[in-house]
Structure formats: structure tokens, C-alpha cells
């Protein structure tokens, strides 16, 4: 079985400071993990995805994650909060070749001019 | 860049009326997934096909929704007779899913119903 937990489900930075949105997944297979983030009155944007080759996966708008089996956690990182960052972020898994896609709660992105 | 297509985007109707949405899936994605997305229940599964083939329904409300892709460019769900609670926005998304890795969903703008 798969499951993904949002370990926060509002975080709040400052315009220019590091963003960090935390992940746990849980999974039988090899799971492959994705980000997505969905703005107000959009749809769910892929922002970056791990599907078992490099851990360190690198995405668009300068985000990027890491994959830490050992801590079942695919983190969601930003050097520096941009405006246009404000947004809701959602943390994915699904097994290899599974049917299924388990989307985590969400965590919404405030950014503070 | 191929995207996922939904029509329309906002639809606003009264209780009992039917309601149709649509979505054209991406070209040669095997995979389209309808999710329902509320404030209180966040993003909801509500059924999906696999090459046009209804794979799970179980999320659905079976006695006033329906799901269905009569070809590759097409899949509709619809309810009748709405009711209030069916407010939400729907988004359809779609994968090539199954193969070494799954793809990641793409997902439609989605429509906004409102059932008043």
C-alpha cells in the first residue's frame, strides 16, 4: 500500500528566504514521487518528479527534492522564495507501474513581500 | 506543449438539471483519471480508464453520476440530477501509466460547477 503525509499543512516564508515543504511517503513497491503545485482557479502543474534514477531531482521555478529512502521523506526545496510562489503544493506517490496515485493533503505556500 | 483539455470551465446550474463535463485526454496516454476537488474533502478519486475501459468507479456516486470514454479524444462525466453538495471543481488528468516508470498525471484547468 501506498500513503503520503504533508507534514505541514500551511507554511509562511519571507519573499528572498528558503522554502522547505516536508514529505513522508509510504510505500510497499519502489515508489515513484512527484510534486505538484496548483495556483488559485488552476490545475495541478507538475513541478518535478523521482522515479527511481538520481535522489537529488531538479524541477521547474527552481525548486528541487530529494529522495531519502532511509527516511521514507521527499522534501520540497527553494533556495529563495519568489511572490509568484504562493501556492498550493501537493506531494504524490504511486508504486512503479501501479494504478494508483496517492495525493497528500496539501500545503499552502504564503510568501511575505 | 500537449495538454489536458475541460469543458467548460465554470458551469453554474440548478438542482435536478444534468450535467456534462469533458475533458480530451493528452494523444497516447492510455490513462484518464477524474478527481473531485473541495475545500472540505480536498482532492477526491472518482473513477478512471484505462485504454477507454472503466478500471474503477468506486468513488463515484453511483446512483447520479456517470463516467464514460466513447473514444481515445474523449471522456465525460455527468451527473443527474445535480444537487447542491456536487459543488466542487472536477479536474480530469491523464498518464501513461502501467509502463517502466508510470508518467506523471497531467492535469486539466478543471470545471467549476455550481449547483444552486
Known amino acids: 500500500a501506498q500513503s503520503v503525509t504533508q507534514l505541514d499543512s500551511h507554511v509562511s516564508v519571507s519573499e528572498g528566504t528558503p522554502v522547505l515543504l516536508r514529505c513522508n511517503y509510504s510505500?510497499?513497491?519502489?515508489?515513484?514521487l512527484f510534486w505538484y503545485v496548483q495556483h488559485p482557479n488552476k490545475g495541478l502543474q507538475l513541478l518535478l518528479k523521482?522515479?527511481?534514477?538520481?535522489?537529488l531531482v531538479k524541477g521547474i521555478n527552481g525548486f528541487e527534492a530529494e529522495f531519502k529512502k532511509s527516511e521514507t521523506s521527499f522534501h520540497l526545496t527553494k533556495p529563495s522564495a519568489h511572490m509568484s510562489d504562493a501556492a498550493e503544493y501537493f506531494c504524490?506517490?504511486?508504486?512503479?507501474?501501479?494504478?494508483?496515485?496517492?495525493f497528500g493533503t496539501g500545503t499552502s505556500l504564503t510568501v511575505i513581500p | 506543449d500537449a495538454r489536458v483539455t475541460q469543458t467548460p470551465r465554470h458551469k453554474v446550474t440548478e438542482m435536478g438539471q444534468e450535467v456534462t463535463m469533458r475533458c480530451q485526454p493528452i494523444?497516447?496516454?492510455?490513462?484518464v483519471f477524474w478527481y473531485r476537488q473541495t475545500m472540505m474533502q480536498g482532492l477526491e478519486l472518482l473513477a478512471y480508464?484505462?485504454?477507454?475501459?472503466?478500471?474503477?468507479d468506486s468513488g463515484m456516486p453511483k446512483d447520479r453520476f456517470s463516467a464514460e470514454m466513447p473514444d481515445a479524444t474523449l471522456a465525460t462525466l455527468k451527473i443527474q440530477p445535480s444537487e447542491p453538495r456536487d459543488s466542487a471543481v472536477y479536474f480530469c488528468?491523464?498518464?501513461?501509466?502501467?509502463?517502466?516508470?508510470?508518467?506523471?498525471?497531467?492535469f486539466g484547468n478543471g470545471t467549476r460547477l455550481t449547483v444552486t
Open positions: 504524490v506517490v504511486t508504486a512503479y507501474t501501479g494504478n494508483q496515485f496517492y
Open positions: 523521482y522515479t527511481s534514477a538520481a535522489t
Open positions: 480508464f484505462r485504454n477507454r475501459a472503466p478500471l474503477d
Open positions: 488528468a491523464s498518464g501513461l501509466i502501467g509502463q517502466r516508470p508510470n508518467s506523471p498525471l497531467h
Open positions: 494523444l497516447g496516454h492510455n490513462t
Open positions: 510505500s510497499s513497491y519502489s515508489p515513484s
